[in-house]
Each structure stands twice: as structure tokens, then as C-alpha cells.
């Protein structure tokens, strides 16, 4: 199975600063990865597909990047709402598999 | 506009089976593809497996091969997920999501179920 690794597991950031989550494969998911939102009690809510692809309805504050194994999720300017856990989510390969999550916080 | 609707919480005594049901509306449910997860509260999220609603055919995360059965009733566009011999470790909150098939992604999920295994 592919690993899926997130840094940092918990972040603390002030509105309007810039954010970025790592998310980092155990092998080459060829840009198979996608970004999810949680909140507490919800269902996780897609954000980026397919490495840089901003689902529709999601602000344009969300990007991703990244290729090969290593990708990025950036929040340009975190707004209140953005407090959540991020999830990375490889589709590369049978057993699609999440990371450990990034819990966002507001400072 | 696309609806997952789960089935509510459940409690089942250790080594009993529970069937979930995710029924869906506002969109082709015969010629799509279902996925659920297992998540543990607090925890990171599992995929279980996915079915295709057309012929009900399965692909399935070896880990819950034998624990879990996907199934489709195209009827009422619904799909549901067997689990069997329930064990604490089962406890968790379930989710369905649709497999978008033009770019291959899981764009809408239910709600969740909670599965509590207690005896």
C-alpha cells in the first residue's frame, strides 16, 4: 500500500497569513492526489483534485502543486471558516489511502 | 442537485452484522460508481471499496475483504455495505461518496453512520 505522510499534524496561523500543508508519498503517485476539508461532525468535503484542480464552489484562496511524490496544499489568505483538518488523499493505486490529516487552528 | 442520505447510528453486539444503506438522488445512479470509508472519530479515514451501480461489480481494499460486502438496489438508487462479524474495532463512522467518473474523483459524500460494536 501507498503511505501517505502529512506535515505538520497540527498548525496554528492568524487570518489573512499564508498556509501551507505538505502531504508526501511512499512512491511516485503520478498526480493522483486529492485534498479534502473536515470539520468537526461533517463529511469530509473534496478541494483540490488531481494535484491543482479546485472543485467547483471552492475559493480561489485554495491551490495545490506538487508532482511525484511530494504535494502542497496552500490557503493564500486563512480566513475563520478554513479552521478544519486537511486530509491528502492518493488514487494512484488500489488501496486508495489518506494521510494522517493537518489540524488547522486559528492563532 | 446530488444527495447522499445515509441510515442512522447504529448499536450492535460484538459478532453481529449490520447493513448500512447510502440512498442517493439528482443523478444517474445506475451508470455510477459508490465508495465507502470507515473513519474512527479523531482518527485518519479508511477506503473500504467501490462498486459500480451498473453491473454491481466490486473492487475492495484487501483489509476489509470478508468484513465488508458492497451491494446496489437500482430501483431506488441506493447502495448499501454488509458489515459482519462485528468487533469493537468496528466502531467507527461510515461514509458513502460518489465516484465521479468523468475525472475520477469523490465529489459528493453522505453524512455519515456511526457504528458503535458494544455488548
Known amino acids: 500500500d501507498i503511505q501517505m505522510t502529512q506535515s505538520p499534524s497540527f498548525l496554528s496561523a492568524s487570518v489573512g497569513e499564508r498556509v501551507t500543508l505538505s502531504c508526501r508519498a511512499s512512491?511516485?503517485?503520478?498526480?493522483?492526489l486529492d485534498w479534502y476539508q473536515q470539520k468537526l461532525g461533517e463529511a469530509p468535503k473534496l478541494l483540490i483534485y488531481?494535484?491543482?484542480n479546485l472543485h467547483t464552489g471552492i475559493p480561489s484562496r485554495f491551490s495545490g502543486s506538487g508532482s511525484g511524490t511530494d504535494y502542497t496544499l496552500t490557503i493564500s489568505s486563512l480566513q475563520p471558516e478554513d479552521v478544519a483538518t486537511y486530509f491528502c488523499l492518493q488514487r494512484n493505486s488500489w488501496p486508495y489511502t489518506f494521510g494522517a490529516g493537518t489540524k488547522l487552528e486559528l492563532k | 442537485q446530488v444527495k447522499l442520505q445515509q441510515s442512522g447510528a447504529e448499536l450492535v453486539k460484538p459478532g453481529a452484522s449490520v447493513k448500512l444503506s447510502c440512498k442517493t438522488s439528482g443523478y444517474t445512479f445506475s451508470t455510477s460508481y459508490m465508495s465507502w470509508f470507515k473513519q474512527i472519530p479523531g482518527q485518519s479515514i479508511e477506503w473500504i471499496g467501490m462498486?459500480?451501480?451498473?453491473?454491481?461489480?466490486?473492487g475492495y481494499n484487501q483489509k476489509f475483504k470478508g468484513k465488508a460486502t458492497l451491494t446496489v438496489d437500482t430501483s431506488s438508487s441506493t447502495a448499501y455495505m454488509d458489515l459482519s462479524s462485528l468487533t469493537t474495532e468496528d466502531s467507527a463512522v461510515y461514509f458513502c461518496?460518489?465516484?465521479?467518473?468523468?475525472?475520477?474523483?469523490?465529489?459528493?459524500w453522505g453524512p455519515g453512520t456511526m457504528v458503535t460494536v458494544s455488548s
Open positions: 512512491q511516485n503517485i503520478n498526480k493522483y
Open positions: 488531481n494535484t491543482n
Open positions: 461518496a460518489r465516484y465521479y467518473s468523468a475525472d475520477w474523483y469523490f465529489d459528493f
Open positions: 462498486i459500480y451501480a451498473g453491473d454491481g461489480g466490486t
